[in-house]
């Protein structure tokens, strides 16, 4: 009888779809929805502070987390936010994401010069007592210039420091673009002064302790106990315990710069989205991370918490693989005789879906259409003109009848070029309960439109495996979902950049460097220049279609009515270090 409902479920989700794809009455009450779930940056709450609480953070996840908690290697999103808890805060930014001074160390930008001078503040510490010096940040560099790192960050924008590409290549014993001035202060010079310096690009994120490093070869160092069990940090905690693939217990660093956190110990833990709401309602934490759309519905209306929203560095795409990645060459080729290389297969499958009907119904308004790669938050950047791929049957059939994929038997599923059966395979990550009717009604639509579709491995994908597979160009996958956070760096060059491990699609073409190489030039640190380069890059790849961005996303955050105050809003810098709690437990 479950299985039945939801079938049923599923069926009666679709049919809407269907009936709101190309639908001009959809379109209209679209148009006077399309708000949808308002922002809410700051959440707040009465009440005193108490001390020796502790503060209780659920991730949610089906999936336990790796625990690569390396600046240099640490990529899943789990160990990336871990790792903000502990060693982030370095740099601090303003409203539009661009660093300033004010964080763990101040910076100068010398456009002309082709520099930048980071200078460290005196008391930024280690939690084990040792200075962060410039030698901490040069061995950053150093880590992902080495021959054997295989890490992801050696990309366009870290090449772009002058002796980098010697020292990786045996040519130099030392990167002549960093210049060590003192133990706390340091000068970068860039082959090329882009735009994207401004906001972090090629600059370490943050330190990592060379003073432990060091001595430890590169291609030992992401399985060494320095990375996934006794990890040092600079920022306001430093993590205690770690349960592998569970939890992390982090303890206030009790050097930190700014002195000693309002909360002494936080304790993170992975949290399955089957229980969130439950462990809320009765109580168990106090901020989530990673709180599903789906869920809401049933977190919102709960007493003993507030609902943060705000749009996130991200966006949510369904990528088609066109290529491989050259180890030796490290750079992306593209394969001219790829499955999906014919551009108007692809723009096809993009009108087949209709994405604001996915946000409406599966996200409860907190999604909605991506038109471009550039998300609204950069908005600088983002070309309101481009309206994006908007459901239209019609059309998607009519692009794939020229390119020659035609139902040649009858039997309504086309055929190649040739005339040969012609299947996809469909990566999509589990997660949630969405994932599946979502990855499902993708399928139904494509098939609408002729086209054989089915997921790879029969079934959806744990996400760890998932990105493993996409990763390794997994023979098995012509198309996939997933997801992009973009960070607060608006440029695209590390997700789709010729030579970007990221660059999943391993779509590279000349024409796509010619834009890249606008957006990291000198002249794209004038603005106007600048925002046409990117505007440019958005339009480029909308009419060639690598990815088709499909949702941009609104975050969520249930939040206690023991936190005193949360706040999200860009430029105020707030972190966990300002957090007070009003109680000795989170509220029921």
Request: some cysteine; hydrophobic content about 35%; charged content about 30%.
């Amino acid at each position: 009888m479950k299985k039945l409902s939801k079938v049923v479920a599923l069926a009666l989700a679709t049919t809407f779809l269907f009936t709101a794809c190309g639908s001009k009455t959809g379109e209209k009450k679209k148009e006077e929805k399309k708000v949808g779930v308002q922002d809410q940056l700051v959440v707040e709450n009465e009440g005193t502070p108490v001390k020796d609480a502790t503060l209780k953070i659920a991730y949610i996840s089906d999936s336990p987390f790796t625990g690569i908690f390396h600046q240099a290697f640490a990529s899943g999103n789990p160990d990336m936010e871990i790792l903000t808890y502990s060693t982030n805060g370095t740099f601090a930014v303003d409203e539009n994401y661009r660093l300033v001074n004010g964080g763990g160390a101040d910076i100068e930008f010398l456009p002309k010069e082709r520099k930048a001078i980071v200078t460290i503040h005196e008391k930024y510490t280690w939690n084990d007592g040792t200075p962060v010096t410039s030698a901490d940040f040069l061995e950053y560099y150093k880590i992902l210039a080495d021959k054997d790192y295989t890490g992801v960050r050696f990309d366009d924008d870290m090449q772009n420091l002058e002796g980098i590409v010697e020292y990786h290549d045996g040519k130099a014993k030392e990167i002549s673009g960093f210049k060590t001035i003192s133990d706390k202060k340091f000068e970068l010079t860039f082959k090329v002064f882009n735009p994207s310096i401004l906001w972090g690009g090629g600059i370490p994120p943050e330190p990592v302790p060379s003073h432990k490093l060091k001595d430890i070869p590169v291609k030992k160092q992401e399985e060494h106990d320095i990375t996934r069990k006794n990890p040092l940090s600079p920022g306001p905690y430093y993590i205690k315990e770690v349960v592998p693939g569970q939890q992390v217990v982090f303890e206030a660093n009790p050097h930190y710069y700014k002195g000693a956190p309002k909360v002494k110990t936080v304790v993170w833990k992975i949290v399955p989205s089957a229980q969130i709401v439950a462990a809320l309602q009765s109580g168990e934490y106090d901020l989530t991370v990673g709180l599903n759309s789906d869920l809401y519905s049933k977190v919102k209306d709960l007493k003993n918490v507030k609902i943060g929203v705000k749009d996130e560095l991200s966006y949510t795409y369904i990528g088609f693989k066109l290529g491989k990645w050259d180890k030796e060459k490290e750079e992306v080729v593209t394969d001219p005789n790829a499955k999906m290389a014919d551009v108007k297969l692809r723009q096809a499958m993009a009108y087949a879906i209709d994405n604001d009907a996915v946000g409406e119904k599966f996200y409860q308004g907190l999604r909605r259409n991506a038109t471009q790669l550039m998300i609204p938050e950069f908005k600088e950047f983002y070309d309101e003109s481009l309206k994006g791929y908007t459901c239209d049957m019609e059309k998607a059939k009519k692009l794939l009848d020229e390119a020659g994929y035609k139902d040649t038997n009858g039997d309504g599923i086309r055929e190649d070029k040739n005339g040969k059966p012609f299947k996809i395979k469909f990566a999509s990550m589990s997660g949630g309960a969405i994932a599946e009717p979502i990855a499902q009604y993708y399928i139904q639509q494509w098939k609408q439109i002729g086209l054989d579709v089915e997921l790879t491995t029969g079934r959806l994908i744990e996400f760890n495996s998932f990105y493993e597979k996409v990763k390794a160009d997994d023979p098995e996958i012509d198309i996939y979902q997933a997801a992009w956070g973009t960070g607060s760096n608006p440029n695209p060059t590390g997700l789709y950049g010729r030579k970007a491990q990221f660059n999943y699609p391993r779509f590279a073409t000349p024409e796509l460097d010619k834009i890249l190489d606008k957006i990291n030039s000198f002249e794209a640190v004038d603005k106007d220049y600048r925002s046409k380069a990117y505007k440019e890059f958005a339009n480029y790849m909308f009419e060639n279609v690598p990815v088709v961005p499909t949702l941009f996303r609104k975050g969520i955050v249930a939040v206690n009515n023991r936190v005193k105050k949360w706040d999200t809003t860009p430029g105020k810098n707030f972190g966990l270090f300002d957090v007070e709690l009003t109680a000795d437990a989170p509220v029921k």
